[in-house]
């Protein structure tokens, strides 16, 4: 058995799960969030715990056993308490800035770089215009909507510029040696 998976899932006060067959529907002060799952795997409600359960001992099926726990987990902790990437913008100029719901980065463009963020994320941005916060309720979602931002301008190594993750350590190269005369 996966150890992941064997563990039961505690439901916190204030969080509804409701299971029918494969579907699970999570619903808390924050939102709702609703996913499919695999019919082999099967999730069950007891009290206050969800546990979840495979079929078979085939790779495939042991293989979900635990991806399916860690994801109604993640749903169960999206929809109490939320979810949220710190990213760190380092170079001379660049900087965030909010408008309305959308984040405008100036990064060293000749232009400002717009990002409209989608239904149920929200961007947060620090006085210093240099750390923004993507908060949403799906894990998934915010992780791809940071992803998505980076990606603009990803950390290079020589000076260290760009947008990082807040715990990312950026390895950094020595640059070009001074020529030497003999």
Do not use: C
């Amino acid at each position: 058995m996966s150890r992941v998976g064997r563990e039961p899932i505690s439901i916190p006060p204030k969080v509804d799960v409701y299971i029918e067959g494969a579907d699970v529907r999570v619903s808390g002060p924050k939102g709702e969030l609703r996913r499919q799952f695999r019919m082999e795997i099967g999730i069950r409600r007891e009290d206050d715990e969800v546990l979840v359960e495979r079929s078979s001992e085939e790779p495939e099926i042991r293989s979900l056993h635990g991806t399916t726990r860690t994801l109604i987990s993640n749903m169960v902790v999206g929809v109490s308490d939320g979810w949220e990437k710190l990213l760190r913008i380092e170079g001379v100029g660049y900087r965030a800035v909010l408008q309305g719901r959308d984040l405008v980065l100036s990064l060293g463009f000749s232009h400002p770089v717009t990002v409209a963020p989608p239904e149920g994320i929200e961007f947060e941005v620090d006085g210093s215009a240099r750390s923004v916060t993507v908060k949403g309720i799906d894990k998934e979602l915010v992780g791809q909507v940071a992803a998505n931002v980076r990606r603009w301008r990803p950390p290079e190594p020589y000076k260290g510029k760009g947008i990082r993750y807040q715990d990312e350590n950026v390895r950094r190269k020595a640059g070009k040696a001074a020529k030497v005369e003999l």
